[in-house]
Every structure is written in structure tokens, then in C-alpha cells.
């Protein structure tokens, strides 16, 4: 994983499987009861501070500013969502194609 430098950042194996958790659900809010559930088990023992400890680590590795989240952001009363910055595949194709096309005729 990178940071928003470019530079390599590592994970552990919790931070991976939170990332993993949100970037299967983009724009969803989850509960961090949820997120519990979907990570961890409730076998576990786990409380729902270990989900709060998580998100604030994995935002100082890849926000680029972590006291003005972006990524990950907190719902209050509600939990987080993850809001990526994401590009349309092929967006950059297409629009050259229209550019190609408009100089030819």
C-alpha cells in the first residue's frame, strides 16, 4: 500500500482486513458494530474501540491530511464510510478517441 507521498506503508494483518471490509462497501456507512462483525467475529472479545483505534491508524498512513479525514470518514451516531477517489476506467481512452476523431474531420 502507498501513501498519499507515494511511498510504501505497511499494514497489519486487523488494518488490512478493516481496508479490505470498506473497500468492499464504498459509500456505505458502517456501524462499528458492523465492522466488528464483518473483520473480527464477535467471537472474539472485541470492542468496539478496537474499530475506532484501527481507523485512526490506517488514516495516518493514508490520508493526507488525518485530522481532516477524506477517505474514511466518521458518521456521527452512525459509524464510517468510505469515500474513495476513484477514475472511470477508460475515461482517458475515450477522450482521446474524441479528440482523434474531432481533428480528423
Given at each position: ?25 464504498p ?22 474501540r478496537?474499530i ?54
Open positions: 500500500m502507498r501513501n498519499p507521498e507515494g511511498a510504501r506503508v505497511a499494514v497489519t494483518s486487523a488494518e488490512f482486513d478493516l481496508l479490505r471490509t470498506f473497500c468492499e462497501r459509500g456505505r456507512v458502517l456501524s462499528r458494530d458492523s465492522l466488528l462483525d464483518l473483520t473480527q467475529g464477535r467471537n472474539t472479545g472485541s470492542f468496539e478496537s475506532d483505534v484501527l481507523v485512526s491508524r490506517i488514516r495516518r498512513k493514508i490520508e493526507p491530511n488525518p485530522a481532516d479525514p477524506t477517505i474514511i470518514k466518521t458518521v456521527r451516531s452512525g459509524g464510517y464510510l468510505f469515500t474513495p477517489r476513484t477514475e472511470a476506467a477508460g475515461t482517458e481512452a475515450a477522450g482521446n478517441e474524441a479528440v482523434a476523431a474531432t481533428l480528423s474531420s
